[in-house]
């Protein structure tokens, strides 16, 4: 097994001061004192997390013909978690420690109690990790409601209404980005894992003889997409997971694992999860999740190949990837190095000083190039100091409105990888920034 790259020990705590203090990230209900490892996304934060869900929709629905989006609901009723296995099966071994009461799950302790270093517990039982609520003003059995554990459980309850309505016949697939729940027993690691979390899934629907052929495509675009927005070769690796480790549903998983600074872990999941959901609702529900291949005159259940990211740890992931300190004229500096498409601004528009002869000039070009790319302007600061702040955040490129400006127009664009500075024409501006994003 190969080991992890060497990587900076404070690695961790330092994105995560970076994200607090630059607006990525911050504790929900910080002045209250924090909410149980639940995170909200400042003004960078959100921009980011929206550009890492555009980027996984545009390679998984935008630039092909045999997939499709949808939206689900959150909540769901218990007949479709009994349905999915995971009323009875979602469950991770809980366990008490007997000296300091603290709960832990106990495939993540090594018979230690991290809290008191311990080793007696109570026999592990079996905790379901979903949240359970009520959905209308009457408490009750008919009443009880889940918040979804996963996106993936709306593409198979949809399956009959995709497939009468967009036509696709297999190999096609449902895609889905949106927010799951799991009552974790002990979330961690900034927001790897978190009781509330967004997930980038999609459910291919293919013939059962070409499942394995799918699911080797899959894991191999998958980890394509991570290493084409920047992630380096050395910082992934392909696990696939032994036959006993396997969830309830799957017939196969293998998971793109980053090395984070804790050694690897999983980044996303890719299973063969074989015609099981398919069946189960189909079973539960009375309606038929078939496909009739009208040349072979043949019905048959499709299995499921799916590949299961998580937004939010993706983005997690980026960060920590893209996190690097050097020296740039003498100058220490720490520099986000992402990807132009997942920066949460990708041009920075700076006047060089406050004077209000610059301004008009400057909102002109702010104006050209605001439409195409998101853009931050600051005038406060020194520039030197105004350029590490936006290396910081990972913004691309700098454009600077001199005095000269005014006589030639033309601006500086400064790379921040680089640094290198150029001068350009305000009327080539656009085209010039456009040129910079195939560079990458
Ligand atoms: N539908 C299959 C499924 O949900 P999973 O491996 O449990 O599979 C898929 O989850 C991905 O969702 C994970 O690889 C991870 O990126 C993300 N994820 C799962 N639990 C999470 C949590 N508690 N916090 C943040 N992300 C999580």
């Not at 974790?184 to 690691?189: F, G, K, L, M, R």
Request: net charge negative; aromatic share 12%; charged share 25%.
């Amino acid at each position: 097994m190969e080991s992890a790259p060497p990587i900076d020990p404070d690695l961790l705590d330092k994105v995560i001061n970076l994200a607090k203090r630059r607006g990525f990230i911050f504790q929900s209900a910080e002045i209250y004192g924090g909410f149980r490892s639940t995170y909200d996304y400042g003004p960078l934060g959100v921009n980011m997390l929206r550009n890492v869900k555009q980027a996984w929709w545009r390679s998984m629905v935008q630039l092909r013909t045999d997939i499709v989006g949808i939206d689900a609901a959150i909540l769901g009723p218990p007949a479709v978690w009994a349905a999915s296995g995971h009323l009875e099966t979602f469950t991770d071994p809980l366990v008490d420690c007997r000296k300091c009461k603290e709960r832990w799950r106990e495939d993540k302790i090594d018979g230690v109690c991290p809290n008191c270093g311990s080793t007696e517990f109570t026999e592990p039982r079996a905790f379901n990790l979903m949240f359970k609520t009520q959905a209308g003003p009457v408490e009750g059995e008919g009443a009880t409601a889940y918040l979804r554990p996963e996106t993936a459980q709306g593409m198979f309850t949809n399956f009959a209404n995709v497939l009468s309505t967009v036509r696709k016949k297999p190999p096609f697939g449902i895609a889905q980005i949106g927010k799951s729940f799991r009552n974790e027993i002990t979330p961690q690691n900034f927001v790897f894992r978190t009781r509330e979390f967004e997930q980038m899934e999609m459910e291919y629907f293919v013939a059962p003889a070409e499942a394995d052929h799918w699911y080797r495509y899959w894991i191999a675009a998958r980890y394509e997409w991570y290493l084409g927005l920047g992630i380096p070769e050395a910082m992934l690796r392909l696990h696939e997971h032994a036959q006993e480790d396997l969830s309830h549903y799957s017939r196969g998983t293998t998971d793109v694992e980053f090395a984070y600074p804790w050694g690897w872990d999983e980044l996303e999941g890719v299973a063969n999860r074989g015609d099981y959901d398919l069946t189960q609702h189909s079973n539960a529900s009375g309606t038929r999740l078939e496909y009739f291949d009208q040349a072979a005159n043949e019905r048959y259940t499709p299995y499921v190949i799916e590949p299961a990211a998580g937004a939010t740890r993706a983005m997690m992931a980026f960060l920590l990837a893209a996190y690097h300190e050097d020296v740039v004229e003498g100058e220490s500096r720490s520099v986000l190095k992402l990807d132009w498409r997942l920066a949460p601004y990708q041009v920075a528009v700076l006047p060089l000083s406050k004077k209000p002869e610059l301004e008009g000039v400057s909102k002109e070009v702010l104006a050209l190039v605001q439409p195409h790319f998101m853009c931050d302007y600051d005038v406060t600061q020194s520039i030197g100091r105004r350029y590490r702040r936006q290396d910081e955040v990972g913004t691309p490129w700098c454009v600077t409105v001199d005095f000269d400006s005014l006589e030639d127009r033309a601006v500086t664009v400064r790379d921040r990888d680089s640094t290198v500075q150029e001068r350009v024409k305000i009327d080539d501006l656009l085209s010039s920034l456009r040129e910079r994003t195939n560079e990458r």
